[in-house]
């Protein structure tokens, strides 16, 4: 764990094993009612539903307490007189005398005063002179420092007391969550096409960003006011639940699922790129679904490939003059390597366009 903050704190706790949301009640099942457990997630992929649904599948109540919410008095109480004597009494929201979920949220997004009223908590299970119901569980949330989430240095004897636990996004989770929850089929299907975009990373500006949460509010959103909602208003709620990228293709997915114009149409040869100023975001979208069914149907190698993929490929190099005929941004975006720079196409792919590409512009001039 990479050292940062205050001597004798750590600005964060890392770890390359993940679990999904399906994953996480097993995990938590065996491991919360032994010993507290912290999570760690990006923003919006879900963790205090997760917790609250889990202490619910036990028959507990949860008890939240949101950290940057909080002052350390809020957690040690107030003085009273007992027998003569002061003693700090707990708020009542703490001391229960039934066993419940304790669910520290943003935990380490607090400051060190609230922290370290945390530690009783965290690892004497008390405060003060009042203990825990015996059958109760402690669990702590927090964002990562690398999601541009506000988190400050957690001391290193509290994280060497809890078990902690990396939260990932899942899509197929969220496909089986989303059955059940009433969420907007233009979003389920959207994202069955482009699964990618369920959560995307934090920028490091302040800019809306794509997670569960926001799809599930963009939902809502879209629910309440109806599919007859028009174009400018879905670009409004798109824009602002989504990362800008996603929100633009979305808006282009919907105007597919509206006039049933999609990109299978387009190979075929039935219609033409969408070419209209104001279809500039159905365009976007296409070409990315064009970008996605090159990197699914093209083989690596050309050799002993079927017919069929060949006389496809040779359909794509023309589609892709007629795309960058409309725009050669979106022409660029089909063939663009990967974040990193690598090649998504096949190479052999990728030389016959280069190689093809003049003579076919010459055709069509």
């Not at 949301?21 to 065996?30: K, R, T």
């Not at 964002?143 to 899509?171: G, K, Q, T, Y």
């Not at 699922?257 to 040869?269: K, M, P």
Request: charged share 20%.
């Amino acid at each position: 764990m990479p050292a940062g903050g205050p001597a004798g704190t750590l600005s964060g706790v890392h770890s390359a094993i993940t679990v999904t949301p399906a994953q996480l009640p097993g995990l938590l099942l065996h491991v919360a009612v032994v010993r507290p457990v912290f999570l760690w997630g990006a923003p919006g992929i879900g963790k205090s539903s997760l917790v609250r649904d889990f202490a619910d599948s036990l028959g507990l109540e949860c008890v939240t307490l949101v950290g940057t919410q909080l002052a350390a008095e809020d957690l040690i109480g107030v003085p009273e007189l007992h027998n003569g004597r002061s003693r700090f009494a707990p708020p009542e929201s703490i001391a229960r005398d039934e066993p419940y979920c304790l669910f520290l949220d943003e935990l380490n997004a607090s400051g060190p005063d609230v922290q370290k009223a945390f530690y009783s908590l965290i690892l004497d299970r008390r405060i003060g002179a009042y203990e825990l119901p015996e059958g109760s569980i402690v669990i702590g949330a927090g964002n990562r420092a690398s999601d541009n989430a506000l988190a400050r240095p957690m001391a290193s004897a509290l994280v060497n007391r809890m078990i902690h636990v990396h939260l990932r996004a899942s899509w197929n989770d969220w496909r089986e969550w989303s059955a059940g929850a009433g969420i907007h089929r233009w979003i389920t299907g959207y994202l069955t096409e482009r699964p990618d975009h369920l959560w995307s990373v934090p920028p490091k500006v302040e800019e809306t960003f794509s997670t569960p949460r926001s799809w599930h509010m963009l939902s809502d959103a879209l629910l309440s006011f109806g599919d007859d909602v028009d174009e400018e208003t879905l670009r409004l709620l798109a824009g602002g639940t989504l990362s800008p990228a996603h929100a633009t293709a979305f808006c282009g997915y919907v105007k597919i699922v509206r006039h049933r114009y999609g990109l299978e149409a387009i190979v075929r040869g039935d219609v033409g790129w969408p070419a209209a100023p104001a279809d500039r975001d159905l365009l976007y979208f296409l070409a990315e679904a064009f970008r996605a069914r090159l990197v699914k149907n093209l083989p690596a190698s050309k050799n002993h490939a079927p017919a069929a993929v060949r006389q496809f490929a040779h359909r794509a190099k023309a589609m892709l003059v007629e795309l960058s005929e409309i725009s050669l941004e979106c022409g660029r975006l089909v063939i663009s390597p990967d974040a990193d720079g690598n090649p998504v196409l096949p190479a052999w792919f990728l030389v016959e366009v280069s190689r093809d590409l003049p003579r076919l512009v010459a055709a069509r001039a």
